[in-house]
């Protein structure tokens, strides 16, 4: 028997395990260093909610292609990308400002 690798949920928890890791090492780093000396590295306050959203976005996708017929779980998936939606946005004004 053939497993199909794209559909194994094992694969897809563990791809969205690594990302939460890298992900989350890249905030923690990029917020150390915004506030360790914010006028130079104002930069890095964007990069920091675009890769919230990134990773809002990424883990509501998978929980909603995951959720099935439950409402409740569908809901807070829709919610979480929502998130996602909102941190992009304050990520891009963040960015104008700044760049401005």
Known sequence: MIRD?????????LILDCLHIVVGIL?????????LDPDNNQFL????FWLAALLNGVN???RLGESGHDRK???GS????A???????VGIISAVSIWR
Do not use: S, T
């Open 83 to 89: 998130a996602a939606l909102g941190l992009l946005l």
């Open 5 to 13: 690798k794209k559909r194994n949920p094992r694969n897809a928890a």
């Open 73 to 75: 779980k569908k809901a």
């Open 45 to 48: 306050f964007p990069l920091i």
């Open 27 to 35: 905030v923690v780093i990029c917020a150390i260093l915004a506030f």
């Open 60 to 62: 509501g996708w998978y």
């Open 78 to 81: 829709l919610a979480q990308c």
